[in-house]
Structures are given as C-alpha cells and as structure tokens.
C-alpha cells in the first residue's frame, strides 16, 4: 500500500534534547512538507522541499533543521533551540505538478518536559 | 489581515442538516483550493480538490470556489455523526509551494 508513515507516533523527551521525527513515503513524491499544529492555530509550515539535496524554511523554521538525503525521506530535527517543541508534527509530500494535493502522514505527538 | 480566514466553529447541527462550511482569502493569485477533514488526533485527509473558479460534487460533498469574492465552500448534504471532524480549507498558487491553510472549522453532528 502507498502512503506515509511517521513514526513514532507519540514522543517523549527531556528540555534541552534534541530529538528527529522521522517521515517516509513511497508514493513517488517529489516534494516533502513539515507543519506543526498546535490548538486554535491550524497547520504552520516548517519546512518544505521540492527535490532531494534541497530544501526551504517554511514561516515557523527556527529551532529546527531537515534533510533530504533521499527522495523517500524526509526527516525532521527538533532542536533544543525550539522555544515551544510541544505539538503535533504532520508530514506531507505531493507531486511537484497539477494538481499538486498534499497527502498527509498519521503525525507525531511530541511532549517536552 | 491573515492570508487565508476560517471560522473556527464549533458547529454542531443535528444528523441529515446541509452544513456549510467557509473560507475567505486575500491572496487573488490563489488558483487551487483544497478541503481536508481532519479526525482527532489523525493526520488531515484530502476531501476535495478544485481549480480556479466553479462547483465540483462528490458523493454528499459540493466544493464551491468564488475566486470575485475570494470566498470558497464546502456543503455537506445529509450530515452523519462520523462526519463529526475539523475540516481545514487550504490554497495555493503554484506547483511546489506549501500550502495555506486556515485554522479549522471543529463539526459535530449528532444522531
């Protein structure tokens, strides 16, 4: 079956960690997504990319960091430099062409502590 | 003013009531809109998608785009309870951009 997974689905960590979301897809899609959502607030991009090796801040980047070594994966650092890292972490990928519908992950919730 | 506006609701309208639900935007470039429905705790699901101005059906779901008004629609014909969601309106311009979303309208139907 084609689709996304994150995992892990629920995420526990201490302040001052770093910790990596981990986002897969094997539907061919050439662009990849971060959003983070929070209650009352909607989905705010992280950070995005069109192709492997590249990649954009999205309007929420700092305090965390991306890479895309393959086009399958996509994964996500939350650094210890993020103010407020607890929320719910969606990943998304699409084609990079019409008519360029987002698919969305299951999502990751992360709690800091 | 915020690029993309949805009222957050929360609706709650009674099993087989036509709900509507609503966005206006700012940004006129926006050429592709997109609904999503989104369960508590999932990840959102593509709903309906539709280009530029007009209607698009699907099933109980109408999509309908104002691009003079810059206000889009989504009308849900006999409503059931596992309709019960978030339903976030989303837009964008051109291929490879992230899109905007508004904030979610929170719907719940009662049997």
């Known amino acids: 079956d084609g689709g996304i997974t994150q995992s892990p689905k629920y995420l526990f960590r201490k302040e001052g960690q770093n910790v990596t979301l981990s986002c897969e897809q094997n539907l061919n899609h050439d662009a990849m997504y971060w959003y983070r959502q929070d209650p009352g607030q909607g989905l705010r991009l992280i950070y995005y990319s069109q192709i492997v090796n590249d990649f954009q801040k999205g309007d929420i980047a700092e305090g965390y960091s991306v890479s895309r070594e393959k086009k399958e994966s996509f994964p996500l650092t939350v650094t210890s430099a993020q103010k407020n890292p607890t929320a719910f972490y969606l990943c998304?990928?699409?084609?990079?062409?019409?008519?360029?519908?987002?698919?969305f992950g299951p999502g990751t919730r992360l709690t800091v502590t | 003013q915020k690029e993309v506006e949805q009222d957050p609701g929360p609706l709650s309208v009674p099993e087989g009531a036509i709900v509507s639900l609503n966005c206006t935007y700012s940004?006129?470039?926006?050429?592709?809109f997109m609904w999503y429905r989104q369960y508590s705790r999932k990840g959102p699901e593509l709903l309906m998608y539709?280009?530029?101005?007009g209607n698009k059906e699907d099933g109980r779901f109408t999509a309908q785009v104002d691009k003079s008004s810059k206000y889009i629609s989504l009308f849900i014909r006999d409503s059931q309870p596992s309709d019960s969601a978030t339903y976030l309106c989303?837009?964008?311009?051109?291929?490879?951009?992230?899109?905007?979303f508004g904030k979610g309208t929170t719907l719940s139907v009662s049997s």
């Open positions: 998304a990928s699409s084609i990079a062409q019409l008519p360029y519908e987002q698919y």
């Open positions: 940004n006129s470039a926006f050429q592709y």
């Open positions: 989303a837009m964008t311009y051109q291929a490879g951009t992230a899109l905007i």
């Open positions: 539709t280009y530029s101005s």
